[in-house]
């Protein structure tokens, strides 16, 4: 090749390159005015995993929660930033003084999507599908209270009465999960036992109706779902115009984290519905100063992942190694982690140190400075000398009385970016006092199937918990819980502390005064802050990257951060 | 070739393609984890979960999971997916559509380009367009398809030339069928090389043929002999390589479909998944061995 030859190649890919570049959309959308709410326009999220059913009785899914939460409805709501009960489907409700029993007066003159009539009779069929065994609803279990079911009743078509078995803590807070069903559209399949199976991700959105802001159009499998403004729906705002503004929500399917971001900034998603990673923050930030989107604050997440050790008595896995389920080893590994470090290094800045699961996103049930344990190496020496765990040869690691050394393993979840790299800084941080940590990271599959059968030493994971009220997170709580992580499923409770925690737990479930409830629980995070069960490290501050055009946005710590207020979203501009 | 080779062919190629699913049953199944393992996850209690269990028939020994599973294969019974709670077959089918779709375009894609550049290439050997041609071919073979399709899905939402939309064909297709393209390239261009140096192309130069057709019919033609040869792996690549691109650009095909399958331990989809693409890859060799003997009349001789 010529000189002459090659300098022109160059140029045309210089060229080439600043036509890219120029012709980068970095158009500023209007932002947020004051203007007001504006009727009309589309909005489009993204969503990470494909629908496959939009019953949200027989569906456990996030996806399934997003389809219920825009199209179907609830006899009242929580506001999850404020937690006061707002009235839905019910316009009033009144108890008994025991708070055993509700009567709901239901708003009158409410028509399905499809134009029926919404009546009491759809509030029962609802209860009588939850409860169905053929139905199997991951929903049953939490609206159950002390195992019962609720009992309901109509006095007319538009009211019903609601009856608790047992007095219960959570209260009609559990609510606020249950979208009413069409009767009309879902009693035959019911009764044909094809209940599961009537809105699977097959359905025709014909055969679809619901009371929610908005209805499904269209499913393209595995492609997006577009939800059209639902012209029966039943809520205006407070100059009296009709909800919701938007006329339509497209929700694109876009299962690469990356590629939803590169979406979110190029403008072709208004908002993501998932998670937002530490390390994407800056480049959001640099895309907020641009005027692009807006990062919004939705506080701080009650998900918090648990590092806990195998304590079932007599596990195989932790046989010759006693120290692993003594309390001062434990409370020596809280001292000798830096939650700080883990805040800054993992998440960048964006999380808040805990020292236990309830974290600032819980509200009323936090308890600041509850079983703070402080960074403290030499403590943590201390504490693993009284149990005899020494460096007796001298090579940086730990010894037992039976001179083995201190080591175990440490199972985490395998493409959680946030649980790796938090066991890869503990593992760093143990060990600079003399305890060798080997982590191995496996898949959900993997993991789960370990805990399981007891087959592990220790583990860096955590289910995901939908609720704040601790009273929906018994089998947290309790020792025969299925989540009790670090000796699940108890016969009887395995330590005197547990037996304590499992009465106050059941107490102030069954109690209906919240002041009480606080105080009974706060009780309970005391025993679990001094009997160090488990450790928590640092819980996320959410934030949530939203298109600058999108207005009427209240972020919440829940899934879905925006999309749970639909109704009240707008766009101030059209789509480009 | 002819009917016998051809039935013998089709009954190896079913064969295969059962064996091959029945052992993606077995591997998935021994995985750790299972159909309910993302309902733990999501904290579903573990009663509920019991219940699925039994219902999906996971309490019931693996022999017997297994001895059905094969069973409805051979019945062409694939089974009903835990996770979609809709048959396997369908599912495959819907998917296995898009999939076709996606690996044809690239497959259209890739001989358009690859094919002609690789002639040129090979004809012109000392050309310096050749030189960057053949250096541009080798950074794409170089470039993990992860990496190529997020390169591409950026510069479709960075310029908006191009649509990132899901279910919009043409990122996909291109970042599938580029790499595609460029093995051809390289492979045309040697045979092509190969080809102007056999005896009787330079007897038919020296014949006064004009360079023109001497290169674009008479050593294209010899040429394609070992390229269609590979065109079976071809089609067998662009199958297995759709996974990390159809994931990336949001296509839903098989690949994605199998990804999430195995995630949420749905071990009747992963079976079907693997029977699709077992059924895809023995299509794709059969077409290749029609297309050499349409090339290469010895192959259609010894056959």
Redesign the interface.
Known sequence: ??RS?LIR?VLAVALAVVA?LV???VGTPQPDGEAGPRRGGRLVASFR??P??FNRLVE???VARLAALLTQATLLRVDPNSGAFEPRLATAWTGTPDGLTWTFTLRPNVRFSDGTAFTAADVLFTFQALYD?RV???L???MRANGQPLQVRALDDHHVVLTFPVPFGPGLTILDSLPILPRHKLQAALDAGTF??AW???VNPADMAGLGPFMLQEY?????MRFVRNPNFWLTDAEGQALPYLDEIEV?????Q??EL??L??G?SDLTTGGTRAEDLAMLRDAEAAGRIRLMNAGTAIDVSTFWFNLTPGAKAVAGKPWLTDESFRRAVSHAVNRQAIVDTVHLGAATPVYGPITPGHGQWFVPGMGETPFDLGRARTLLTSIGLEDRDGDGVLEDKANRPVRFSLLTQRGNTERERTSAVVQEQLRQVGIAVDVVA?????????F?SGDYEAIYFG????SADPANNL?FWLSNG??HYWNP?QVTPATEWEARIDTLMQQQAATMDRAERIRLFTEVQQLVADHVPALWFAAANITVPVNARVGGVTAAAIQPPVLWNAERLYVTSERR | MNLALAIRRVIAALLLVITVSAAAFVLARLAPGDETTSDFIAGVDPATIARKRERLGLDRPFAVQLATYVWGILRLDLGESARFERPVASLVAERGANTARLAFAALLLATVLGLPLGVLTGAHARWWGSRLIAVMSIAVLACPPLVAALGLLYLAVSTGWLSAAPGHLFVPALALGLPVAASLERLQSQATRDAMAAPDLLAAAARGIPPRRLVWVHAARQSLRPVLGVYGIVIGSLFSGSLAVEFVTSWPGLGRLMYDAVRAGDVRLVAGCVFAGGVCLAVGNLVADGLRAWADPRVRETA
């Open positions: 090749m010529t030859r190649l890219i012709s980068r959309r995993t494909e496959t059913n456990a899914q996030p065994e199997g609803s991951p049953a279990s939490e599961r199976a699977s991700a097959g393209v499998p595995a492609q997006h694109a399917i876009v299962p690469e990356n590629a590169l979406r900034q190029a072709e496996l898949d959900g599959g993997g993991l789960v199937g370990r399981t289910a995901q918990s939908n089998g299925g989540f499923g």
